[in-house]
């Protein structure tokens, strides 16, 4: 198969270490002083050797560096990782190659090094524009902090985005508004924006639970929501995917690999992937905690403790999952090669009667604005 019509393969990583856990956060990652980094980085070799072993031939066109906080890496640790993918794959000439980043001033110093060391994308953690909000949320940055790391990212990455969350603790439509509007006027060609969602052990959760954490009724999350695609769309940034928000050919390469159902490795702790291998789709997950991840990946080359054939039906469940996050949507026939069954026409027929789903001309089954607040009960249905 040529380069042209390869599919696209992609490569995830996750730096686990921050140097402070947000109190919204369920993510893996760890508070750790004094790593040893390039221990972790040589077992990130070989754990990319190990699964490049398992699928062969295959060239990398996009490569994502999450966490944690991948920015309080050095540079030649992320060259090295960079050189390791390189190496046991291969990348395409225009692979997009992403960082997460906070944007504080020691983190922003690095930037240049990791252009030079091949980064193409930056994506950073702003969270908000208001620093009373960020330090609510337990962010180390102020929000000048933030945009003078957009602006200098902006001036370094031929592409940059950043996340913003919203239905806050005491946050109005109004402030919202212009919240938002003020973040546009300094975007490049994407937005990441999330909802604040309470999840289970964390310390939000546990303020939540106990009354001394407020977030918008019902009512008004769904009118922040909908303001948000109000303001975004008509800024030239309309929602590509539930939570993301891009100018035409701005989109996040690497995460429509995850929504479109495409191969990807995940690499270091923590990491999920997904790998086609003798035709059967697979799932790999690795061990979470950093330190028991490196020992296994020293000793056995990974750090895999998940790594299991996924039935025809939950694939086709995981497409239908990943697919209808997408303001594109699926297409209904590759759902039905996957599963060996078609959706239920009837089922389909009663939720576009709702508003909630439409096909489009080209046969696409895809959800509507008013159902994406619903996605997951859309999703339940379809798969039942």
Not at 158 to 180: G, H, M
Not at 207 to 220: C, I, M, N, V, Y
Not at 303 to 325: C, P, S, W, Y
């Amino acid at each position: 198969m040529s380069l042209t019509t390869q599919p696209p393969f992609g490569v995830y990583l996750h730096w686990p270490f921050c140097l402070s856990k947000c109190p919204y956060c369920d993510f893996n990652s760890h508070v750790r002083l004094g790593i040893d980094e390039a221990r972790f980085v040589r077992a990130f070799e070989r754990e990319i050797a190990a699964t490049a072993q398992r699928v062969r031939g295959r060239t990398v066109s996009s490569i994502f560096f999450g966490g944690g906080t991948p920015s309080l890496m050095q540079v030649s640790s992320v060259a090295a990782i960079l050189n390791a993918i390189a190496k046991h794959w291969g990348l395409a000439p225009d692979a997009e190659i992403t960082l997460e980043a906070n944007p504080t001033s020691v983190e922003a110093g690095r930037f240049r090094g990791y252009r030079s060391a091949g980064v193409s994308r930056v994506s950073l953690g702003v969270q908000s524009l208001d620093d009373a909000s960020l330090r609510g949320l337990g962010r180390l940055h102020t929000a000048r902090e933030a945009l003078d790391a957009v602006a200098l990212a902006r001036s370094i990455f031929p592409r940059v985005s950043f996340d913003l969350i919203y239905a806050r603790p005491k946050q109005t439509l109004e402030s919202w508004a212009a919240e938002l509007r003020h973040a546009l006027g300094h975007a490049d060609d994407h937005l990441s924006l999330y909802q604040l969602t309470i999840e289970p052990d964390t310390p939000f959760f546990s303020l939540h639970k106990t009354g001394k954490l407020a977030l918008p009724d019902e009512d008004l999350a769904r009118d922040l929501y909908d303001l948000t695609q109000a303001i975004c769309a008509e800024a030239g940034l309309p929602a590509y995917e539930i939570s993301n928000h891009a100018r035409p050919g701005g989109e996040c390469r690497h995460n429509l690999i995850y929504w479109r159902g495409h191969d990807y490795a995940g690499i270091g702790p923590g990491a999920h992937g997904r790998l086609t291998i003798d035709g059967r789709r697979i799932a790999t997950e690795t061990e979470k905690r950093p330190e028991r991840w490196l020992m296994l990946a020293e000793a056995n080359g990974t750090g895999l403790i998940v790594d299991e054939k996924l039935t025809a039906g939950e694939a086709a469940d995981e497409f239908l999952l990943m697919g209808l996050r997408l303001a594109e949507g699926i297409d209904p026939a590759h759902f039905a090669a996957l599963s060996g069954r078609p959706l239920d026409p009837k089922r389909i027929a009663i939720l576009r009667a709702e508003g909630a789903v439409e096909t489009t001309g080209d046969g696409r089954l895809r959800v509507t604005q008013s159902g994406f607040p619903v996605l997951d009960a859309v999703v339940a249905d379809l798969a039942a």
